[in-house]
């Protein structure tokens, strides 16, 4: 009786409790760079991240490098693209920063510095809290946080964004996206007000930090940072979700649920509220992309662009097989040799013939 209640009361409900069921992971984060080579040396060198994949598309006059600390498949990554001829971009005022947990922030600072690092907060206590923090800005002038940390599956750990409505962002991404809180935080004496939201423990995983501004209610965008990428089991029912719930909070569906044609993965991409975009990816497809035609026998994350990466997989894969069937092939000769003596003895004792000399 009460369930029926409910449903009369919120015919949606089923629905809504999908984005909680759902196999949801925060994939990558996109945005755009104007030398690649320059941010791929910056982020190998200074901050200790793997080159993970890189991709050229001519006919779109782009490339794409893939980095972050551990494979794609488990790890959230940044997804860099270069616009042919594009060297500079406007990052605005509203992205805030990507975060990096560390160790130790004042080595990290110093080892940034000499490779030409741009430290724009030396590090020290965060004003109003404990931890150590410094910021330094990457080759295109987006800003990292360093947060000292012990050792954690996953260092690159926040990706920061100042929304308008701090209330209205949690419930959009608590209701379209299914995101936990997971904590607020409040600085009256410094004007603003965060809240970490994601899907896990915010020291084992990557989370959004929102920043609330008091009386800040808008920022502007520029045309530098792009989206992040969250893995879904249904982009279907998943945009039905989004969309009930722009409906509710504000920000619209800009891509509705589909394959991208040519490459065939199924996406949806849609803006919060505050003109943030977000697209939920296939689990399936995703996986796809990565591993290429061949299954992921062996955990290698190739390193030229995709085609020659999977060439060296394909490579990769028939020595694995091959060297496994052979040792395998091995065993079996050695078995049944061993069985053939063994009835051969057994042989010789049953019927008393003695071994000639
Ligand atoms: N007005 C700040 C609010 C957020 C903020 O202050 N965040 C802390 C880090 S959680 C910070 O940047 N603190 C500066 C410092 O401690 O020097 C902004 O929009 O970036």
Redesign the pocket.
Same mark, same amino acid.
């Given at each position: 009786m009460a369930e029926e209640a409910a449903k009369a009361m919120e015919p949606n409900a089923d629905l809504l409790e999908w984005p909680k069921k759902d196999k949801r992971r925060l994939l990558h984060a996109v945005y755009r760079v104007g030398d690649l080579e320059r941010t791929i040396k910056f982020y190998t060198e200074g901050f200790g991240m793997k080159l993970l994949r890189q991709r050229d598309i001519p006919e779109e006059k782009y490339s794409n490098a893939f980095l972050g600390f551990g494979p794609e498949e488990s790890n959230f990554v940044v997804e860099l693209t270069y616009n042919y001829g594009v060297t500079s971009y406007d990052i605005g005022t509203g992205f *805030?920063h990507f975060a990096i947990a560390t160790e130790d922030v004042y080595k990290l600072v110093e080892k940034l510095r000499a490779i030409g690092g741009n430290i724009t907060?030396e590090p020290g206590?965060?004003? *109003? *809290?404990a931890s150590i923090?410094a910021?330094v800005k990457d080759p295109d002038g987006y800003t990292f !946080?360093l947060i000292q940390r012990r050792p954690t599956p996953e260092p690159l750990c926040q990706v920061?964004l100042?929304v308008g409505d701090l209330d209205r962002s949690i419930k959009f991404y608590e209701k379209a996206l299914g995101m936990k809180l997971l904590r607020k935080i409040d600085?009256p004496e410094?004007?603003?007000t965060?809240a970490m939201i994601g899907y896990d423990d915010e020291y084992k995983t990557i989370v959004l !930090?929102l920043?609330y501004?008091y009386g800040v209610t808008e920022y502007t965008k520029g045309n530098a940072y792009a989206q992040v990428a969250i893995g879904t089991d249904d982009v279907y029912k998943s945009g039905e979700v989004v969309n009930l719930v722009t409906q509710e909070l504000g920000g619209k569906i800009t891509r509705q649920p589909g394959p991208v044609p040519g490459i065939n993965t199924k996406i949806t991409s849609f803006l919060d509220p505050d003109g943030w975009k977000t697209v939920l990816v296939d689990n399936e497809d995703f996986l796809k992309e990565l591993h290429g035609f061949l299954p992921p026998l062996v955990p290698f994350q190739p390193c030229a662009n995709d085609h020659a990466g999977n060439s060296v997989q394909a490579g990769l894969w028939v020595g694995v097989t091959g060297l496994t069937c052979g040792l395998w092939g091995g065993r079996l000769i050695g078995r049944l040799g061993w069985l053939t003596c063994e009835l051969a003895s057994w042989f010789v004792s049953w019927t008393g013939m003695e071994a000639p000399p």
């Open positions: *805030g907060r206590p965060v004003k *109003g *809290g923090i910021f !946080e920061m100042r600085r410094h004007k603003y965060l !930090e920043t501004n």
